[in-house]
């Protein structure tokens, strides 16, 4: 009987979700083989983490996890929106770099959680785990990433205070008397 199936429960359903994300799959089958189509119109490779492509940035003494979704632009840091967490316009460019770099700005999801350092390190980290979510999500776009500096991690670092001076390098004040 199984054989004898009825056009309906063989046809190809296309569905979308509550995120935007267009998935393909045939009903009446026990195995739902699902395509996900991102909205740039590329195929989005099925991650294991419940729809998040995750990528981890560092920079100083910062840590920063990029989680990313395909959906309409949302961009949380800290459980507060980018322009609350980050006054500086500066550090919001720093953060969205790789958004502008692919031109995939309102397309993505981005939750982010960051410790450690100050707010441009953090920005940093954020900027390079953001490059290597993205890497995640889109494959082909390593090049572009990678000609832009989003996985380049900053090695300078706060020099250490040596004995016998003020801070790294400052030494004491000479008096006359």
Same mark, same amino acid.
């Given at each position: 009987?199984?054989?004898?199936?009825?056009?309906?429960?063989?046809?190809?359903?296309?569905?979308?979700?509550? @995120?935007?994300?267009?998935?393909?799959s045939?009903?009446?089958?026990?195995? =739902?083989?699902?395509?996900?189509?991102?909205?740039?119109?590329?195929?989005?490779e099925? @991650?294991k @983490? !419940?729809?998040?492509?995750?990528?981890?940035g560092r920079?100083?003494?910062?840590?920063?996890?990029?989680?990313?979704?395909?959906? @309409?632009g =949302?961009?949380?840091?800290?459980?507060?929106?980018l322009?609350?967490?980050?006054?500086? &316009?500066?550090?919001?460019?720093?953060?969205k770099?790789?958004?502008?770099?692919?031109?995939?700005?309102?397309?993505?999801?981005?939750?982010?959680?960051?410790?450690?350092?100050?707010n441009t &390190?953090?920005?940093?980290?954020?900027r390079?785990?953001?490059g290597?979510?993205?890497?995640?999500?889109?494959?082909?776009?390593?090049?572009?990433?990678?000609?832009?500096g989003?996985?380049t991690r900053?090695?300078?670092?706060?020099?250490?205070k040596?004995?016998g001076?003020? !801070?790294?390098?400052?030494?004491?004040?000479?008096?006359?008397?």
């Amino acid at each position: 009987m199984e054989e004898n199936k009825t056009e309906a429960e063989t046809e190809q359903v296309l569905t979308m979700d509550g @995120s935007g994300i267009a998935s393909e799959s045939i009903a009446g089958e026990s195995e =739902e083989a699902v395509v996900e189509v991102d909205p740039t119109g590329r195929l989005v490779e099925s @991650s294991k @983490s !419940g729809g998040y492509h995750w990528g981890t940035g560092r920079r100083k003494n910062a840590v920063a996890r990029v989680r990313i979704r395909p959906g @309409s632009g =949302e961009f949380v840091v800290n459980g507060k929106v980018l322009g609350d967490y980050f006054p500086r &316009g500066v550090d919001q460019s720093m953060c969205k770099s790789p958004l502008v770099t692919l031109e995939t700005g309102k397309k993505v999801d981005i939750f982010v959680n960051t410790h450690g350092g100050g707010n441009t &390190g953090q920005a940093g980290a954020i900027r390079m785990g953001l490059g290597r979510a993205l890497l995640a999500l889109y494959p082909d776009a390593h090049r572009t990433l990678a000609e832009a500096g989003h996985f380049t991690r900053d090695p300078r670092m706060v020099e250490r205070k040596k004995y016998g001076r003020h !801070g790294a390098r400052r030494g004491h004040q000479w008096g006359k008397r």
